[in-house]
């Protein structure tokens, strides 16, 4: 079974900053394209970063600037530095892994490929 372990959530105040971590399986984290999605209470999936198998990044505009996506390949896994957090940053993150096909913001927290049970961010103002 193919598994996808995140960490490193938290709750912090508005302004402040967090590294998530994913640590995944070999499989899993040889597929062309890992990133993250996240979901809030009473919304939809929404894609937030992704990097493919060359390094290429890619973000959602809501973080742009503030949300660095990073890979470490002799570790198999991935992070995501979050900056300058905002309280509509609140949510629950996910990693996921994904084929070529569906490597984009969008299809981020489509329910295709792997992912992993989540880690809570919590952003009070």
């Known amino acids: 079974q193919e598994q996808l372990v995140e960490s490193g959530g938290g709750s912090v105040q508005a302004g402040g900053s967090l590294r998530l971590s994913c640590a995944a399986s070999a499989y899993a984290y040889s597929r062309y394209c890992m990133g993250w999605f996240r979901q809030a209470p009473g919304k939809e999936r929404e894609g937030v970063a992704l990097i493919d198998s060359i390094g290429t990044a890619s973000y959602a505009d809501s973080v742009k600037g503030r949300f660095t996506i990073s890979k470490d390949d002799a570790k198999n896994t991935l992070y995501l530095q979050m900056n300058n957090l905002k309280p509509e940053d609140t949510a629950i993150y996910y990693c996921?892994?994904?084929?070529?096909?569906?490597?984009?913001?969008?299809?981020?927290?489509?329910?295709?490929?792997?992912w992993g049970q989540g880690t809570q961010v919590t952003v009070s103002s």
């Open positions: 996921t892994s994904k084929g070529k096909d569906y490597c984009s913001i969008a299809a981020l927290g489509w329910y295709l490929g792997y």
